[in-house]
């Protein structure tokens, strides 16, 4: 089984493809084969709280459709073209 390339996996950055030992070493420490290996830390995380109307923030008020233009009378306003 090869072991080599591989991808590694960080916490806060883009995964990576190493090719070779070496280049898996100059990575450092904060690297993983999966992940999973996370997975731990999103737990402990604070979920981020959805945003509230305050009372003192009204909801904007809902948009009105533009009204839509009847046709002239006997000929549609689009036309194939010839």
Same mark, same amino acid.
């Given at each position: 089984?090869?072991?080599?390339?591989?991808?590694?996996?960080?916490?806060?950055?883009?995964?990576?493809?190493? +090719?070779?030992?070496?280049? !898996? %070493? $100059?990575?450092?420490?904060?690297?993983?084969?999966? /992940?999973?290996?996370? @997975?731990?830390? +999103?737990?402990?995380?604070? !979920? %981020? $709280?959805?945003?509230?109307?305050?009372?003192?923030? /009204?909801r904007?008020? @809902?948009?009105? +459709?533009?009204?839509?233009k009847? %046709?002239?009378?006997?000929?549609?306003q689009?036309?194939?073209?010839?």
């Open positions: 089984m090869e072991l080599y390339p591989r991808v590694k996996y960080h916490r806060t950055e883009d995964p990576v493809i190493v +090719a070779s030992a070496k280049e !898996e %070493a $100059e990575l450092g420490g904060e690297w993983a084969d999966s /992940p999973g290996a996370f @997975a731990e830390d +999103a737990k402990h995380e604070p !979920e %981020a $709280e959805p945003e509230k109307n305050h009372p003192e923030q /009204p904007p008020a @809902a948009k009105k +459709a533009a009204p839509v009847p %046709a002239t009378k006997g000929r549609s689009w036309s194939p073209a010839t």
